[in-house]
């Protein structure tokens, strides 16, 4: 009999009580964190926004017991273990100094940062501070993306010289009028996405890339919309990204 378990679902933690505290009331978090969460069955202690009376509506529709006025409410409430960052990548670095400072464990939305430096700085903040966090690339939890690698590390699919990501999306975003100012767009808040899917289907880093990216005729925004990215890997596989 072929075997059949692609392994493609995530395996979940033994312990779904830890507290998690909810920093950011933005549309991703209402469309898709806190429906996750309450389908795993995790625990939802807090939650905190610049903006209290967004942050007051998410936890009235999420049934989330305390709207903390501060950040500094936030990670001090003991019954917070966990906290979310959700919010744009430019407010990462000092968001995660304080949750590392206040020994929580994180989840941080992508991208990281928006440059390597602070990148490398935010990772040595947590390394430092000793606590566990993680990135929000979660299309490499999907169950499609689980099962190939399942596929790929069985054999089952031969020798891998080519991984493509053909995306043909009319992306919203005049929905983040704050991203559209942003210098580069698509490679850091949607592509992303494949780029650490691919990752993680290879298993290993690319030695070299190249990258174009444009927009679409008198769209308004200042960053590419569109991207074609070609990675290499060792020997000869290959791996490609376009987006339009």
């Not at 898709?32 to 009235?60: C, M, N, Q, V, W």
């Not at 017991?65 to 906290?83: G, K």
């Not at 440059?115 to 490499?140: F, S, Y």
Request: proline share 5%; glycine share 8%; aromatic share 8%.
């Amino acid at each position: 009999m072929p075997d059949t378990d692609l392994q493609h679902l995530p395996v979940m933690p033994g312990n779904r009580h830890r507290g998690i505290g909810i920093c950011g009331a933005g549309s991703i978090v209402n469309a898709a964190h806190l429906p996750a969460y309450r389908k795993a069955g995790f625990r939802i202690s807090a939650i905190f926004d610049l903006d209290g009376e967004k942050a007051a509506r998410t936890a009235a529709a999420f049934e989330i017991p305390r709207v903390c006025a501060t950040l500094e409410e936030l990670i001090a409430d003991r019954e917070v273990d966990i906290v979310d960052i959700a919010v744009p990548a430019a407010q990462n670095l000092r968001l995660v100094e304080a949750v590392a400072g206040a020994g929580k464990d994180m989840l941080i939305q992508k991208p990281l940062a928006e440059d390597l430096e602070t990148a490398r700085r935010t990772v040595e903040l947590i390394e430092r501070a000793g606590v566990a966090a993680a990135v929000n690339h979660q299309m490499r939890w999907e169950p499609g993306v689980r099962a190939t690698r399942t596929l790929i590390e069985r054999g089952d699919l031969g020798e891998i010289f080519n991984i493509a990501f053909l995306v043909f999306v009319d992306t919203p975003w005049h929905m983040w009028e704050w991203l559209k100012r942003k210098a580069t767009i698509d490679v850091l808040y949607h592509s992303i996405h494949y780029l650490d899917a691919i990752r993680f289907l290879c298993d290993e880093e690319p030695e070299w890339l190249f990258c174009g990216g444009a927009t679409r005729p008198h769209y308004d925004a200042e960053g590419e919309t569109r991207l074609c990215l070609h990675l290499g890997f060792s020997g000869e596989l290959r791996a490609t990204i376009l987006t339009n």
